[in-house]
């Protein structure tokens, strides 16, 4: 029998993404959280920029956690809410179910996530897009 392997972020290139996400959040003048997940949701990284909520703080880990279980875009299960499937709101990850959370992909497999909060909802998803983006060794 064979063992599968599994890819897993290191911090390294965790404060890579966030790098990349800050400065998106720089180049369209906000502050914000930036927080990285691995796989299970779990919390590898979180920067608070200067002014950014302290809320924010609290929001951007729930935003990435719930992309890393749902393996796809938190603004897809908002707009899935808004559009009538209310039985999601019965998800015990609710605190992210707002636009902000980002899956990372390689290989087909999700193997993190990126959550940002403090600015506009569509700006907090450009921010986190931008992260993933600047994932280094895909």
Known sequence: MN????????LAQCFVMAEAA???AEH?????TVSV???GGHVLLTQRM???????????????SLAA????ETKLLEEMVNGGRAGLLSSPWLQGMIEGGVPLFIDGKCIG?????????EQDTLIARAGVAGFPGG
């Open 69 to 72: 279980h749902a393996r796809r």
């Open 37 to 39: 997940v691995d796989d």
């Open 22 to 24: 800050r400065a998106e």
């Open 3 to 10: 063992m599968e392997t599994k890819r897993v972020l290191s």
């Open 28 to 32: 369209l003048g906000c502050s914000v």
């Open 50 to 64: 200067d002014g950014a909520s302290p809320m924010s703080g609290h929001v951007a880990p729930e935003k990435a």
């Open 113 to 121: 996530a990126l959550g940002v909060s403090g600015a506009k909802a």
